[in-house]
């Protein structure tokens, strides 16, 4: 059994424990997500969701004062994951941009390939030629999922001579 790949460390950070082609995957996702998400893609339409669906002119006004500062964070989390797929260890800070970066390529991947509830429902079918997707998919939702298992981890840690 493999245990987890992402863990606190003593000091706070974070130790990974990714082989090295989880981590040349995690290296070249960042640059093709980064081409996709400065378009009008519909497939990013569940990482900018409408905040006024019903009124067009608020919805307008929102994205026109949001839409630059929330492209913004997304590209800076996708530019750390690039840049620490290699590393051993992480800041909180790194592996909070990690979570936000594996959500946007999660939200899109899921988006284009209509990811339900359903499709969990059935097993992945190696001919499907949405195999390869749909398992990468998995892989980043799980991978996700063990970061906050990491950041959750050091949660209950307190000081027990704190009054209360």
């Known amino acids: ?14 130790t990974l424990r990714l ?3 989880e981590r040349e ?8 997500m980064r081409e996709v998400i400065q378009t009008d893609d519909p497939g990013l339409r569940r990482l900018f969701p409408p ?3 019903e009124d067009g002119e608020a919805e307008d006004e929102f994205r ?9 964070g997304k590209l ?3 530019r750390i994951v690039e840049e620490t797929a290699a590393a051993k260890s992480l800041t909180g800070e790194q592996l909070e941009a990690w979570l936000g970066a594996l959500e946007s390529l999660r939200l899109y991947l899921g988006t284009q390939l209509d990811v339900s509830e359903a499709t969990y429902a059935v097993d992945l079918d190696p ?4 195999a390869p997707a749909l398992a990468l998919y998995g892989y980043l939702s799980w991978l996700q999922e063990e970061a906050v298992a990491a950041i959750s981890a050091g949660w209950g840690e307190t000081s027990s001579s704190s009054p209360g």
């Open 64 to 72: 026109r004062l949001t839409r630059e500062e929330l492209l913004e």
């Open 19 to 21: 082989p090295p082609e």
């Open 1 to 14: 059994m493999v245990g987890r790949r992402i863990t606190r460390d003593r000091s706070g950070g974070y």
């Open 127 to 130: 001919d499907d030629p949405e």
């Open 51 to 53: 905040a006024y669906p």
């Open 76 to 78: 800076a989390a996708l």
């Open 25 to 32: 995957l995690l290296r070249s996702l960042p640059s093709q």
